[in-house]
């Protein structure tokens, strides 16, 4: 089955990529000649997932799939959430990582989760799919694997944040997997 993830995002790709193996022909913006800037203005992580899965089968009639994701710490109520790729005001998720250190500076509580959630549009038919991944938040970067938080983001019963371990690894376990591993469930039994 030939479906369109999108996304630009070459981290995403790879570990989505890694979860659909060979059962699924995999087409990304680029691929469909897509260089629009898809929405995400719907102020929820639902909502912006929806809102780029709508866009791709709008504007080009493909099957497709989308996602957003988002950390939501206790301590911050659920910031950065929907806003976690700006939240230092710019895609700099150096400066996002301490923006967040410093907001938790002095916090006993560092409880917080990753959610993940996937629109699929299978021949014009909408399908939800969510993930949602525990941890805590260290109090500095280690790692040098992964992308955006996951120097900074322990997950519940490990010793070593998402950053310190293999893509492999943090495939097996993250919220884009679990996410992920609902909605191939749906499409290998459709």
């Not at 979860?19 to 629009?36: E, M, N, P, S």
């Not at 990582?97 to 959610?115: D, E, M, W």
Request: charged fraction near 25%; proline fraction near 3%.
């Amino acid at each position: 089955m030939e479906l369109c993830f999108a996304t630009n995002n070459q981290h995403k790709l790879a570990e989505v990529a890694a979860v659909l193996g060979d059962a699924f022909t995999l087409k990304t913006l680029l691929d469909i000649g897509c260089t629009d800037e898809l929405p995400e203005t719907s102020g929820t992580i639902p909502g912006n997932s929806r809102q780029k899965a709508e866009y791709v089968w709008k504007h080009f009639g493909l099957s497709c799939f989308a996602d957003d994701s988002g950390l939501e710490i206790d301590a911050l109520n659920g910031e950065p959430g929907v806003d976690s790729a700006y939240y230092s005001g710019s895609r700099d998720f150096n400066a996002n990582i301490q923006k967040v250190l410093s907001k938790l500076n002095g916090q006993t509580n560092r409880k917080a989760r990753f959610v993940t959630v996937f629109t699929l549009i299978l021949h014009g038919v909408e399908h939800q799919f969510e993930g949602i991944f525990d941890g805590q938040i260290v109090d500095a970067p280690r790692g040098v694997n992964g992308f955006g938080y996951d120097p900074i983001f322990l997950p519940d019963g490990y010793d070593r944040t998402l950053a310190e371990l293999s893509m492999d690894e943090k495939n097996a376990i993250s919220h884009r997997a679990k996410a992920l591993v609902k909605m191939v469930a749906y499409l290998r039994n459709t």
